[in-house]
């Protein structure tokens, strides 16, 4: 048996049963393969199943607005996703008459999708002969063919894909393919690799020669950004003082509170007395409480987040600023670290729930 064989005979007895894995609808394939980017499947599970309720079709996902994606997106990260999707589904609404292509060359075009995703579709949806590569892929093509190429380095990446498709199974691309990915996702792990009951452990090169946890090798070329975020919590009343959040930064479109942004951590006193802190606030604004800093990372930011609660008599409102009830927080999309804090105050009447 050659090695597309033996790991589709594996995946056939072994492969976990995953909703999107019992359809051919290109919609609900993209929908998954977009949500699990970056995402482990128990935390992308429950959100494929409350999108595909809300919007079954491309029709009914085209027709969203913005707001509501994100909101539905709360807690998944990496928010461009959402965006673009809605893009996407906008496009293919009006392109392709709702119906979601399945060939890789329209695929690519398509906002959000990469080589990776337009193969997966192509491939799991149409079969046609794409091989996939993600994390999974290059793991055990790393390990199995020994192969010590960089896998983030340009070189790298064109020789993986050249291997892939050396190994393709050009009439069954899409079970090849999942067979590849769901290898790598539970037998051949980044950390103790179940090698001993592998289908393709006798020809495999890390586990000839003992080397399983030195492959795939990666480069570091990331450098990893500091940023210190200064919210002010405002009330008036039952409403709180919220704001928009703008595009070109992370957590584009979504909502968070006031917020002053300095170059290294100050104190909530000398957060104050900056010009744009005068500028919102007036001179005589008065520090309530302050909780943090908390610590929170993304994938090239650690941030640095204080929250102070502040009573100010001039407040001078800026363009995206504006009060909202507090019963209707719920209703609008934040970054998981404001939720969190925002809950925990109104909802457990935990004050300040991050204080030292
Ligand atoms: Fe991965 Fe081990 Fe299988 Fe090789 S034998 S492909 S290292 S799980």
């Excluded at 500091?226 to 479109?253: Q, S």
């Excluded at 610590?295 to 600023?321: A, C, G, P, Y």
Aim: overall charge positive.
């Amino acid at each position: 048996m050659n090695f597309s064989d033996e790991i589709t005979n594996w995946y056939n007895a072994n492969k976990r049963d995953l909703p999107w894995r019992n359809t051919t609808d290109a919609y609900t394939i993209w929908l998954s393969e977009i949500i699990l980017q970056q995402t482990r499947v128990e935390q992308g599970m429950p959100y494929f199943y409350r999108f595909l309720e809300r919007y079954p079709n491309v029709a009914a996902f085209a027709a969203a607005h913005e707001d509501d994606i994100l909101k539905l997106w709360q807690g998944l990260g990496y928010y461009s996703r959402g965006r673009n999707m809605l893009s996407t589904a906008r496009l293919v609404n009006e392109q392709y008459k709702g119906t979601f292509p399945t060939r890789y060359n329209e695929l690519i075009k398509l906002k959000g999708i990469g080589e990776y995703t337009a193969a997966a579709i192509a491939s799991f949806a149409a079969n046609e002969a794409k091989a996939v590569v993600d994390g999974n892929v290059y793991r055990v093509l790393a390990r199995y063919f020994g192969i010590s190429e960089p896998i983030n380095s340009t070189k790298g990446k064109k020789l993986f894909q050249e291997t892939a498709n050396s190994i393709l199974n050009m009439e069954h691309a899409g079970i090849h393919n999942q067979a590849m990915m769901e290898l790598g996702a539970i037998i051949c792990k980044p950390k103790n690799p179940a090698c001993g009951i592998c289908p393709v452990n006798t020809g495999c090169y890390a586990f000839l020669n003992n080397a399983a946890t030195q492959l795939p090798v990666k480069l570091k070329t990331v450098k990893v950004r500091e940023r210190y975020l200064n919210y002010f919590l405002i009330t008036d009343g039952d409403k709180i003082l919220m704001k928009k959040r703008g595009m070109g930064d992370i957590w584009a479109n979504m909502y968070d509170m006031p917020l002053i942004e300095t170059s290294e951590m100050l104190t909530p006193h000398e957060v104050l007395q900056l010009s744009e802190a005068i500028e919102y606030f007036g001179t005589d604004a008065e520090i309530l409480e302050v909780s943090g800093p908390v610590k929170h990372m993304l994938t090239h930011q650690r941030l640095k987040v204080n929250f102070i609660k502040i009573d100010s008599k001039k407040i001078k409102l800026q363009q995206e600023w504006f009060y909202i009830e507090v019963e209707n927080l719920k209703k609008i999309a934040m970054p998981q670290i404001i939720f969190i804090f925002l809950t925990n105050i109104f909802t457990f009447k935990n004050n300040f729930p991050f204080s030292n």
